[in-house]
């Protein structure tokens, strides 16, 4: 079956870093865009970052672009989120997702990143 394991949350003061790992396995992880998102406490889900089957084209949220960097191990089936100075509005439930056109779409169960002092 199809699952998606998110690890690496936690706390960290505002300025650290985390890496996000999320695990694939299930489905044919070289097809698939895989995307994270975040949820903030009240407010709606969003995408934080996108990387395309190949790996050769990436995009990210203006709110994180030249702090956050996502990659992908096709040899692992494994894509990370590598986040840098990290601020308190960082702060969230974040979700893997895969997704192979319209009618594949798989989401983690989320890991809780908290940015606090």
């Known amino acids: 079956q199809v699952q998606l394991v998110e690890s690496g949350g936690g706390l960290v003061q505002p300025g650290g870093s985390l890496r996000l790992s999320c695990a694939a396995s299930?489905?044919?992880?070289?097809?698939?865009?895989m995307s994270w998102y975040r949820q903030a406490p009240g407010k709606e889900r969003e995408l934080v970052a996108r990387?395309?089957?190949?790996?050769?084209?990436?995009n990210y949220a203006d709110s994180v672009k030249g702090r956050f960097t996502i990659s992908r191990d096709n040899v692992k089936n494994t894509v990370y989120l590598q986040m840098n100075t990290l601020k308190p509005d960082d702060t969230g439930v974040y979700y893997c997702?895969?997704?192979?056109?319209?009618?594949?779409?798989?989401w983690g169960q989320g890991t809780q990143v908290t940015v606090s002092s």
């Open positions: 997702r895969a997704r192979r056109w319209s009618r594949y779409d798989y």
């Open positions: 299930g489905f044919t992880f070289t097809n698939y865009a």
């Open positions: 990387i395309t089957d190949t790996g050769d084209s990436t």
